[in-house]
């Protein structure tokens, strides 16, 4: 003979019975959905089982389950729709409220770095090439991936990337990985299992997320200085690192190109130490007044790790990343990968893959260039007609510039007053591992209008009036 169940459970509503208690079980059925509707689990407009179902559910008859919701049609919980349909018809009560945080004031105009015109997102296109990638798609595509990801975008990638950034990629090298930030997390995770110590960051550098994770590898972080062209190579021979991080198509923030004596010095370092360049080609697709400039991987493929991303191109929000890997780290880093997050999302990739191979990305480009270059040149009008004692540097590419303030302005004080009148800009000096005499700002355009531009640099022109006390 079966034993008697003593508790019963309504799946539907995440409801427990307990037969062996004194109160009724249409009460305690009441009381349970009164709780999920004050907890906020149960939600206003919510559709509750209907009787007959959950009566079965808990192995009560049909009465219990009528009466319990009666009960709490009548308290005002629940509400009873033509057809027998009943839902939540109240909602939590209210929180005690608490003390408000401190208001913080929106900039009026934000020339930070990293705010990128999403509003220009090809939408249209990007959609039409996941429709034609899910059509497409192998059913094989759909279950677990290696780490280095699908197919279709190694061949797209490495296809665009020696057509245009004149790498020397292979298909087999390519690892996709979510934005920049994680392939180099990935890099580092390697590097320092393989016994790296030392890792090299340009000074001053953005790798503010790259300091941390390296840190926590147990990577000692060191910094080369840059001058108008980029790394000083003249301080490679003193060098003990294992990896150097350079931006060498477009130095951040100084925006220096590198010119081919000092990459070629950069290689036969990295050879001589057997070192690896990861070499962050951040914005190099965005040129104005000057010819391309080739990655460094393509020179020597096997001494360079080459890393990009969509993010600066199309949208951050995407977190579509690439690395170009030296034969003898694709492995590991693919290992890597897998361990991180079992791979990127596949549809993600086929679409930009199909993106790729369709000329859509590079219409995208074509189609941002000019618009960019007109707030460029609208920022660079009005720091001379406000500004111009302001030497801006690095303007022929990419999505910002630096503007090197005289030495008569602090750089903290420039930044703090030109918060005060509505302006967030930021200053050089929080990029820079050593200590530095000479202050600079750093201007991001890509998200402004030219008006916003020019409002801009007019509020931040009043502010450095303050500054000197005119």
Known sequence: MAEPRTNSTGQSLLVTLDRTAAEPLHRQLAAAVRDGVRSGRLRRGTALPPTRRLAGELGVSRGVVVEAYQQLVAEGYLTSRTGGYTEVAAAPAPERPQPAAPATTAPVVDFGYGRYDVANFPRAAWLRSIRRAFAQAPNERFGYLTGRGVPELHEAL???????????????????????????????????????????????????????????????????????????????????????????????????????????????????????????????EYRYDRSPVGSMQGLAPDLVAYAGSASKTLAPGLRLGWLLLPRHLVDDVAAAKIATDRGSPVMDQLAFADFLVHGEFDRHLRRMRPIYRRRRDALLEALASRLPELEPVGVSAGLHLVAWLPADLDEAAVVAAASRHGVRVHGVTPYRLSAHVRGGLIFGYSALSERAVADGVARLAAAIAVVRGE
């Not at 108008?228 to 294992?242: C, E, K, M, P, S």
Request: proline share 6%; hydrophobic share 45%; with cysteine.
């Open 158 to 284: 490495s296809d665009y990337l020696n057509r245009v950034r004149g790498t020397a990629a292979t298909p087999d090298a390519v690892v996709v990985c979510n934005g920049y930030a994680q392939g180099t997390a990935l890099l580092i995770q390697v590097l320092a299992a393989r016994g790296a110590r030392r890792i090299a960051v340009e000074d001053p550098s953005a790798d503010d997320d790259l300091r941390p994770l390296a840190a926590a590898a147990g990577l000692e972080v060191v910094g080369v200085p840059v001058d108008d062209d980029g790394v000083r190579t003249d301080v490679l021979g003193a060098l003990n690192a294992d990896a150097l991080v350079l931006t060498p198509s477009h130095q951040w923030p100084t925006g220096g190109v590198l010119p081919a004596p000092a990459r070629a010095a950069v290689l036969r370092w990295a050879a001589g130490r057997g070192a690896l360049v990861i070499e962050d080609d951040y914005d190099a």
